[in-house]
């Protein structure tokens, strides 16, 4: 079966500090996709990142970094010297491969506070 | 351009009613989803639209629920005879493809008392 499983609730850090938000994945495609997505207190949902099955390159982007490894099935986020601004909701998704390409497979999202 | 856009953005309804949701995706965008949000909790899917294709609907909660999509266009997701544990935000994104990103819309906060 298809999931995603963030275990991470709720974290709260202060400014400066460095986090990362966990991702582990279940899926029976070998081809498939993960995202990550961040949802602001204002509630709209915006994209992050892409990353497909058979790249396992690590990818940076400012002080953003993720870490994906097939072999333990997780695709983990980090922030660098966090921010107020990074106050968000962030979603891992899965999509599906060659059984189920149309779906999405959302965690259920890890809460972080970023205190000044 | 212009992202995607939901309306309303707020509903009240009442137990029983029906509801109609409405999303406009992002122009010549083919694929387009929708989600429910429970207060706290993760995106369910609900349905998904590519092109003139059959919509995958498998992740309708109820036949309650229904949803159309006028060629890659409007899109409306209709509650009947709506119930209490329906309350919860309605998103719709789109993408130019499945396995591309989403783009989100604002969502609908339904709430049924």
């Known amino acids: 079966a298809q999931k995603v499983t963030q275990a991470q609730t709720e974290i709260s850090v202060v400014e400066k500090e460095d986090v990362t938000l966990d991702c582990v994945y279940e899926t029976r495609d070998t081809t498939y996709y993960l995202f990550w997505y961040k949802q602001p207190p204002s509630g709209e949902l915006v994209f992050l990142i892409r990353?497909?099955?058979?790249?396992?390159q690590n990818e940076i982007s400012g002080r953003y970094s993720w870490n994906f490894q097939k072999s333990t099935s997780s695709f983990n986020f980090t922030i660098t010297a966090s921010q107020v601004v990074d106050s968000a909701v962030y979603f891992c998704?899965?999509?599906?491969?060659?059984?189920?390409?149309?779906?999405?497979?959302f965690g259920s999202g890890t809460k972080l506070n970023v205190k000044p | 351009g212009a992202g995607v856009s939901q309306s309303p953005s707020n509903k009240v309804t009442e137990k029983g009613k029906d509801v109609e949701l409405r999303c406009d995706p992002i122009s010549g965008h083919t694929a387009l989803y929708w989600y429910r949000q429970r207060l706290g909790q993760g995106l369910e899917f609900l349905i998904y639209?590519?092109?003139?294709?059959?919509?995958?609907k498998s992740g309708l909660p109820s036949d309650r629920f229904s949803a159309e999509r006028t060629g890659e266009s409007v899109s409306t997701l209709t509650i009947q005879r709506t119930q209490q544990e329906d309350s919860a935000v309605y998103l719709c994104?789109?993408?130019?493809?499945?396995?591309?990103?989403?783009?989100f819309g604002p969502g609908t906060r339904l709430t049924v008392l």
């Open positions: 990353r497909n099955s058979f790249d396992e």
């Open positions: 998704a899965l999509s599906g491969g060659e059984y189920n390409f149309n779906k999405f497979y």
């Open positions: 639209f590519q092109g003139n294709s059959a919509p995958d």
């Open positions: 994104a789109s993408s130019t493809s499945s396995w591309n990103e989403q783009f």
